[in-house]
């Protein structure tokens, strides 16, 4: 790629902070905002009736681990997905949008693919819950130092209001439900689980709607820069034997980021509509690669199961 690919991506996001004026944390309310914010807490609150305290704490105990997701998530996978970026010289908008992704960590449906795929839901929703803090801080300073932008204080508290109310409140009111009231817990798991699968297909489809035809138009070099960026971290999904399920949650929780904030940074400071396109484009296959991993997981294991008092028979 050239100088003046690089240029181009580097200088999007001061237009746009000049275009339009930001708004941190007061997008407009349409059916699927709605949707989307009602599947987050519905998960969240899956995840919180089915995780137990001690599994929590058990994670956070080992700190090395969660060190090493620390500097993966804030450091490697940001540095990457921007070397990509600039190497298919994908067009400032998309690749700002895609940026802005990279640059928050903590995607709340990481630990929801982690069940599906068997692993230590316990880190995955430590992790997911730490690399949603520090997120809080560190993406405005990354999207800053990858696009050059400035203004990313201000988005501090609107991050933080998000990440509190649609993640960190209903998880730990869940937790506080299953510790109270076990049986309670087990009944509601099921129907919150399928709640948030029908809005994560809702969800879905309205994106589809809404920009298909742009995310059709988006070229194929670009696709394939995402696709490459994320299957090195779902790869021991589909082969590590992982006793622990701790690489497979590792690596789901890196791959899923969070698209709450992304989307959050998009509509206060970016005026190009390419950048919102951009994050959908990643968030398109950020949900279908990893949910089709963990499903095809899950099959295996269920096969697995199926076929082992037969075979002992």
């Known amino acids: 790629m050239g100088a003046g690919s690089r240029q181009a991506t580097l200088d999007i996001a001061p237009d746009a902070c000049e275009a339009r004026a930001p708004t941190p944390g007061d997008p407009p309310l349409t059916p699927q905002s709605i949707a989307l914010k009602v599947q987050i807490v519905a998960m969240m609150v899956a995840v919180g009736l089915q995780l137990r305290p001690a599994d929590l704490l058990l994670a956070l105990r080992r700190p090395f681990r969660l060190l090493g997701m620390v500097a993966v998530n804030l450091v490697v996978f940001p540095a990457l997905v921007w070397a990509l970026m600039m190497w298919v010289g994908a067009p400032p908008g998309l690749a700002a949008g895609v940026l802005l992704c990279a640059a928050a960590p903590g995607g709340p449906t990481g630990p929801l693919f982690t069940r599906l795929a068997g692993g230590d839901l316990g880190f995955a929703t430590a992790a997911m819950v730490v690399l949603g803090f520090l997120g809080l801080v560190t993406a405005p300073a990354t999207v800053s130092l990858m696009l050059g932008s400035s203004g990313g204080e201000g988005l501090l508290g609107p991050m933080f209001t998000t990440l509190a109310v649609y993640q960190i409140a209903p998880l730990t009111a869940a937790m506080l439900v299953r510790r109270a009231a076990p049986d309670l817990a087990r009944r509601l798991a099921v129907p919150a689980a399928r709640l948030a699968n029908l809005c994560l297909v809702a969800v879905i489809l309205g994106l589809l709607v809404a920009r298909g035809e742009a995310l059709l138009s988006v070229g194929f070099g670009l696709q394939a820069a995402l696709v490459g960026a994320l299957l090195p971290w779902l790869a021991p999904v589909a ?9 497979r949650a590792a690596g ?11 989307l959050l940074l998009s509509h206060s ?14 968030g398109f296959w950020m949900m279908v690669l990893p949910a089709a991993l963990a499903l095809w997981r899950r099959r295996r294991r269920a096969d ?3 076929a082992g008092p037969a075979d002992g028979g």
Do not use: C, E, K, Y
Request: charge should be negative; hydrophobic fraction near 55%; charged fraction near 15%.
């Open 239 to 247: 082969l590590a034997a992982d006793a622990g399920g701790t690489l």
């Open 269 to 282: 400071f970016f005026a190009d509509p390419q950048t919102d396109v951009g994050i959908l484009v990643w």
């Open 304 to 306: 697995r199961h199926t």
């Open 252 to 262: 789901i929780v890196t791959a899923v980021r969070n698209l709450s904030i992304a």
